[in-house]
């Protein structure tokens, strides 16, 4: 959707996930969003250094978040928001959707 905006879809998507599930680490992104682990972790790593994204350690996972001190943190939030709106209604369920319950015993992916 504004793959020209920010150069790359893997990157539109890594920040649409980050906003709509507030932190995610590395492996659990790519496999959510169907991407590869490499061009994830690439994506975070230039966010990260652009200081759009904070990254923090939790045992010896790397775990990210959207950064609140960011200059522009309400205004691409608002883009977040305004692009969840406009996606496919399968699309954003199949993606941007947290589940509200833990997956039955068992159950496939």
Do not use: H, W
């Amino acid at each position: 959707m504004l793959e020209a905006l920010f150069n790359s879809t893997v990157k539109e998507r890594v920040l649409l996930y980050l906003y709509t599930y507030q932190e995610g680490y590395g492996q659990e992104i790519a496999r959510t969003l169907e991407f590869t682990l490499r061009n994830v972790q690439m994506q975070l790593k230039k966010l990260e250094e652009g200081g759009v994204l904070i990254c923090r350690k939790r045992d010896r996972t790397l775990l990210y978040q959207l950064n609140p001190r960011y200059p522009f943190y309400k205004e691409l939030c608002t883009i977040m928001e305004k692009m969840l709106t406009l996606m496919p209604d399968e699309t954003r369920r199949k993606y941007f959707t947290p589940r509200l319950r833990p997956r039955r015993t068992g159950k496939p992916l």
